[in-house]
């Protein structure tokens, strides 16, 4: 099992930045991949980035050139450092783990963003 613990959600005015960190502890395979999904009312889950154990990221469309994924792999942590923050970017954001054909999902962190 992977347990999951997000921070650094809240309100911010459009224009303005957030970072949040998703923190794994547990039974963590060295090879794996973590992301972050976010979700608006009435929307369904959407991917935002993604990033593997090697580095690698990638990221939705609408996030390119404002976001951006890293981890830490002693840690065990991903942040998601978010720029010029947009009202349509007010979503619950989840995190994810995913390893051995196995995924975990964090609690969630709302990230609120006035225009």
């Known amino acids: 099992q992977v347990q999951l613990v997000e921070s650094g959600g809240g309100l911010v005015q459009a224009g303005g930045s957030l970072r949040l960190s998703c923190a794994a502890s547990g039974s963590i395979f060295s090879l794996n991949v973590m992301g972050w999904y976010r979700q608006a009312p009435g929307k369904q889950r959407e991917l935002v980035a993604t990033i593997t154990s090697g580095g690698r990221s990638n990221y939705v469309d609408s996030v390119k050139g404002r976001f951006t994924i890293s981890r830490d792999n002693a840690k065990n942590t991903v942040y998601l450092q978010m720029n010029s923050l947009k009202p349509e970017d007010t979503a619950v954001y989840y995190c994810?783990?995913?390893?051995?054909?196995?995924?975990?999902w964090g609690q969630g962190t709302q990230v609120t963003v006035s225009s």
């Open positions: 994810r783990f995913s390893a051995l054909m196995d995924n975990y």
